[in-house]
C-alpha cells in the first residue's frame, strides 16, 4: 500500500505563489471597480431621470399659471395690445402677484424659483420666460406686432443645464394649447 506523497513547495503544491496572489488580488480589484463604476453609472442615470421629470414638473408649474392669465392686459380696451410686458404699476420682477395678463411674465427670470406669491421655493433650479407674438396663420411664425396669438415659452435649467422648454400657444379668445415640451 503507498503512502501519500509529501509535497516540496517546489513540486506540484497546494498554495498560492506570491505572484498568483497578487494577480488574484489584481483581478479583484477590476473586478470590484468595474462593479463600482456600473452601480455609479446606473446611480447618475436615476438622478438625471429624476431631474428631467422635476424640470418638467417646475415647467408645468409655471406655464399653468401663465396660461391661466388674460392675453392681454384687462385695463386695455378694445384692440389695443401695444407691449409685451409689464404694464403700468405693475412690478418687474417676482413677486408676481400683480400680474395678470401672459405677457406679464416675458423676461421672467428665477435664480431662485419661487410661486406665485414669492415664497422661495428651490435654489438648486432656474426658470426663463419668453413671450412673443406669432402669426396665426402660415406655420406660426415670429411677428412684431400684435396679432391675436401670444407664444409663451418656459425653459427650465438646472447647473447651467438646460433640461426642458415648454411651449403655448394663447389665443386672444382665451384659449391655450400647450404645443411641446423636451
Ligand atoms: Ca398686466
Ligand atoms: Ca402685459
Known amino acids: ?31 470590484i471597480s468595474g462593479g463600482i463604476g456600473a452601480i455609479t453609472m446606473a446611480a447618475e442615470h436615476r438622478r438625471a431621470v429624476r431631474d428631467q421629470l422635476r424640470a418638467v414638473s417646475l415647467g408645468e408649474d409655471l406655464m399653468r399659471e401663465i396660461v391661466a392669465k388674460a392675453y392681454k392686459d384687462p385695463q386695455l380696451t378694445g384692440e389695443s395690445d401695444p407691449v409685451i410686458g409689464v404694464d403700468a404699476g405693475e412690478p418687474g420682477n417676482d413677486p408676481r402677484i400683480d400680474w395678470d395678463d ?42 412684431r406686432t400684435a396679432t391675436g396669438l401670444k407664444s409663451v415659452e418656459v425653459v427650465v435649467y438646472k ?11 394663447v389665443g386672444i379668445a382665451g384659449q391655450a394649447m400647450v404645443r411641446g415640451r423636451e
Not at 159 to 169: D, Q, V, W
Request: charged share 30%; glycine share 14%; hydrophobic share 40%.
Open 102 to 143: 401672459v405677457d406679464d411674465y416675458h423676461g421672467l427670470v428665477e435664480d431662485m424659483l419661487r410661486n406665485e406669491e414669492g415664497t422661495k421655493l428651490d435654489a438648486e433650479w432656474h426658470r426663463e420666460v419668453k413671450v412673443h407674438w406669432v402669426e396665426p396663420f402660415g406655420g406660426g411664425a415670429d411677428a
Open 159 to 169: 447647473g447651467g443645464k438646460r433640461l426642458a422648454r415648454l411651449e403655448a400657444r
Open 1 to 31: 500500500m503507498s503512502q501519500p506523497r509529501v509535497l516540496s513547495r517546489w513540486g506540484c503544491r497546494g498554495g498560492f505563489t506570491l505572484i498568483e496572489a497578487m494577480l488574484s488580488m489584481l483581478i479583484l480589484g477590476v473586478v
